[in-house]
Each structure stands twice: as structure tokens, then as C-alpha cells.
């Protein structure tokens, strides 16, 4: 069974602050795939980043980054330098190869206040 | 369209009444998934199709929930003699195949009340 852990379930934030955001995952799975998608007041998820269980390597886009280790099953959201408009809530998700990858299992997502 | 659309976004429905959501998926995406997003809760995975059939239908809660697809694009998901437990928002997303080369479109769901 797949299960994805996001033990933050609100953080506040003082705008320009640092802040990272973790997400605990479980799989039995062999190869798999984590995502972050952001779900802003309107409700939609947007999707942000998609990582690969084979790929370690860190990923910055702009003030986003993303720390991936396989050692502590852990892939956790930094978000550098807040903003208002980052104000949202932020899930954690997994897909693996058992399921063929159509089967997502997501987090109960952190919500993020950020505090101009 | 550009994106997944939803209707209703919001229904609020007596208890013991049947509804139905519909999902209309981005055009060409085969994939098509629901998941039921309660108070405090993650998103919980309903049911998923890959055109018109579903491979995985284990995420039904009971014999009360239902969906369909046809002609490989809108899905209805139809609930029958609602309970308020039922009360969530129900997302749909579509996606272009398999998520190891694609992502999850969402749509901004379906709020359901049920009094």
C-alpha cells in the first residue's frame, strides 16, 4: 500500500520568509513517481513538479526547490523568499509502478499562509 | 476547452436524493480520474478510466456510487439516495496517459452538500 504523509497541516509565514513544506512517502514499489500540486483558494490543483524515484538530484525553479532522498523516503518543498501569492494549500503525491502509475495516492496537503 | 470543467460546482441536495457531477476532461486526454476531497481529509481516490472502460473501480466508497464515460470524454458520476457523509468535493482530472510521462489536470470540482 502507498501512503504519502504531510505532517504540517497549516504553517504561517511572514512574507520574504524561507519556508519548506515536508512530505514523508511508503511504497513497496520499485520505480515510482512524486509530485507537488498547489491548490489555491479556487480549488483547483496545479500541477508543480513531477520527480522520478530513479532521480535524486535536487530541483530549483525560480524561488521553489525540491529536496529528494530516497534514505529517508522524504521529498520536501522549499519555498525561499514568501510571497502573499503563495498562499495556498500544497499536496504531496505518489504514483508507482505496481499500480501502472495511474493510481495516485495524494497527502492531506499543508496550508500555507503567507503574512504580508 | 483549455481545462477540465465541472457542474455542478456546488449542489446541495436533501438526503435520500440521487445527483449526478459531470467531468468534461481536456479534449484528447484518455485518462480520466475522480477523487473526493473531504473536510480536513486528502483526496481520495474514486475511480479512474482509460477511454470508456474503468480498470480500477476499488476506490467506490459503495454500491451507491457510480460513474460512466462515454465516447471518451465526459464522465458522470452518479450518487444514489445520498447520506450526508457524502458531503465533500468531488475533483475530477484528466491526463494524456500515463502519469509517468504526463500529469494530473484538475478541474475545480463539485461541492456537495447533502442536508
Known amino acids: 500500500a502507498q501512503k504519502v504523509t504531510q505532517a504540517q497541516t497549516e504553517i504561517s509565514v511572514v512574507e520574504k520568509e524561507d519556508v519548506t513544506l515536508d512530505c514523508v512517502y511508503e511504497?513497496?514499489?520499485?520505480?515510482?513517481?512524486l509530485f507537488w500540486y498547489k491548490q489555491p483558494p479556487s480549488g483547483e490543483l496545479v500541477f508543480l513538479i513531477r520527480?522520478?524515484?530513479?532521480?535524486?538530484q535536487n530541483e530549483i525553479s525560480g524561488r521553489y526547490s525540491w529536496n529528494f532522498q530516497k534514505s529517508t523516503s522524504s521529498f520536501n518543498f522549499t519555498i525561499t523568499a514568501s510571497q502573499v501569492v503563495d498562499s495556498a494549500v500544497y499536496v504531496c503525491?505518489?504514483?508507482?509502478?505496481?499500480?501502472?502509475?495511474?493510481?495516485?495516492?495524494f497527502g492531506i496537503g499543508t496550508k500555507l499562509q503567507v503574512i504580508p | 476547452g483549455a481545462g477540465v470543467s465541472q457542474s455542478p460546482s456546488n449542489k446541495v441536495t436533501e438526503k435520500g436524493k440521487d445527483v449526478e457531477l459531470r467531468c468534461d476532461p481536456i479534449?484528447?486526454?484518455?485518462?480520466l480520474y475522480w477523487y473526493r476531497q473531504s473536510l480536513g481529509q486528502g483526496l481520495e481516490f474514486l475511480i479512474y478510466?482509460?477511454?470508456?472502460?474503468?480498470?480500477?473501480k476499488s476506490g467506490l466508497p459503495s454500491d451507491r456510487f457510480s460513474a460512466e464515460r462515454t465516447g471518451g470524454s465526459v464522465s458522470t458520476l452518479t450518487i444514489q439516495r445520498t447520506q450526508q457523509e457524502d458531503s465533500a468535493v468531488y475533483l475530477c482530472?484528466?491526463?494524456?496517459?500515463?502519469?509517468?510521462?504526463?500529469?494530473?489536470?484538475f478541474g475545480e470540482g463539485s461541492r456537495l452538500t447533502v442536508l
Open positions: 482530472a484528466s491526463s494524456s496517459g500515463q502519469l509517468n510521462t504526463g500529469e494530473l489536470f
Open positions: 511504497t513497496r514499489d520499485t520505480t515510482y513517481y
Open positions: 520527480r522520478n524515484s530513479f532521480d535524486e
Open positions: 503525491a505518489l504514483s508507482g509502478n505496481s499500480g501502472g502509475y495511474q493510481k495516485v495516492t
Open positions: 479534449s484528447g486526454h484518455t485518462a
Open positions: 478510466f482509460q477511454g470508456n472502460s474503468a480498470p480500477d
